[in-house]
């Protein structure tokens, strides 16, 4: 946004927080001759960017010619020549983006009265038979809002990108980024960090050209490649290639008014090699480094894989050996069972037989008419007696 936009903006957000912030007041002055004073108030009030006193200056300018002008058309009491309700907007915008703080003011009041004119009007057309209604709604950049609260809420929006412009304008272009270079396995690694100034980098862009030594000519530079900047430094690699022996490079940081000075590779700017010796012999290290730590994880891998192995004979091992242990215990508990059932059976054999031998029975001997028993381990009836059958 260049400078007459946002004067423009400015001062466009200047009047209109003053008619947001004018809904909040209600202040009449009881004297008519006081009402010519306001307009100055107000002017001086915007110049100075005092957004509450210009408020309260508007609405006690409006309440005053309310009072003292009530029935007049606002298009009768213009000082302004050509001033109409279907006009009053643009020419607002005309003044305050040329300055004109004070017709500005005085044009913002004029149409916010058309609009509240033009809102009694509808809501007195509507109302039907509802008896002293009325609407006081807010008109904001050339818009009329029955509801106060709507031309609030965009007017915030509006601010936010106001705001944003702001914070997004700039006097000049950044300063020129420092460029520290190093060399790896793949090339030259260039580390951008932008200038701290006060002009904020919004991105750093690099651009390069390879010379070919088969064709002894420089190739075309590379489109510029943008690296977004969020307040560290920004690594950019330049790869090795066999068809090229040297690389040039040209750093810049950009905003929102353009590109710093450049930054290239030397003040000759004439390239710097792409397959010294350094870079070759980088490349080898790290080629070595990486043969050796490739040796070295097989040479680990084998040994865990050694140690693995070992470890799961040994549980197979241990496995077995208690499973045998196992096996032996259960057939030694199984001859031990069959043992004690054998021994149990013996003995309850015995203690059958023992009981059979230690029992006494009894029997019936007659002798005519003479009855007698006996009991005896093996009972026998007196001599002259029979047993009963």
């Given at each position: 946004m260049d400078n007459e936009g946002m004067k423009r903006l400015k001062l466009s957000f200047l009047v209109i927080a003053a008619l947001l912030f004018g809904q909040l007041i209600a202040i009449q002055p009881s004297n008519a001759a006081d009402c010519s004073l306001y307009k100055g108030l107000i002017a001086d009030a915007l110049t100075k960017g005092d957004i509450a006193a210009a408020a309260k200056y508007i609405d006690q300018q409006q309440s005053c010619d309310a009072a003292n002008a009530a029935g007049k058309s606002t298009s009768n009491v213009s000082p302004y020549p050509g001033i109409t309700c279907a006009n009053a907007y643009i020419q607002f915008v005309d003044a305050a983006s040329s300055g004109d703080v004070s017709k500005a003011a005085f044009l913002f009041d004029f149409d916010k009265s058309c609009q509240r004119a033009a809102a009694s009007s509808s809501s007195g057309s509507s109302a039907g038979s509802t008896s002293g209604s009325s609407s006081s709604g807010c008109n904001y950049n050339g818009k009329y809002y029955p509801n106060c609260a709507d031309a609030t809420a965009q007017y915030q929006l509006d601010l936010a990108a106001y705001n944003q412009a702001l914070a997004n304008q700039c006097k000049g272009v950044p300063e020129v980024p420092e460029v520290d270079l190093s060399i790896n396995e793949l090339g030259i690694l260039l580390r951008i960090t932008p200038s701290l100034s006060d002009e904020k980098t919004k991105e750093v862009q690099v651009t390069t050209s390879m010379y070919s030594p088969s064709l002894k000519a420089w190739g075309s530079w590379s489109s510029w490649v943008s690296l977004q900047y969020s307040g560290l430094s920004i690594p950019y690699q330049i790869s090795y290639s066999d068809l090229s022996s040297k690389v040039a490079y040209a750093v810049v940081s950009v905003n929102s008014c353009g590109a710093s000075a450049q930054v290239r590779e030397n003040s000759e700017h004439n390239g710097i090699s792409l397959t010294n010796s350094a870079i070759l012999d980088v490349a080898a290290k790290v080629a070595a480094e990486k043969a050796a730590a490739a040796e070295k994880a097989a040479a680990d891998a084998k040994t865990a894989a050694d140690k693995l192995a070992a470890e799961a004979k040994a549980a197979s091992e241990k496995a077995?050996?208690?499973?045998?242990?196992?096996?032996?215990?259960?057939?030694?508990?199984?001859?031990?069972?069959?043992?004690n059932a054998e021994a149990a059976k013996i003995i309850s054999a015995a203690k059958a037989k023992a009981l059979a031998m230690t029992k006494k029975t009894t029997i019936t001997c007659v002798k005519g008419k003479l009855i007698k028993k006996v009991t005896a381990l093996k009972p026998v009836c007196p001599k002259g007696y029979k047993k009963k059958p």
């Open positions: 077995a050996a208690e499973a045998k242990v196992a096996a032996d215990k259960a057939a030694s508990d199984l001859v031990i069972a069959n043992a």
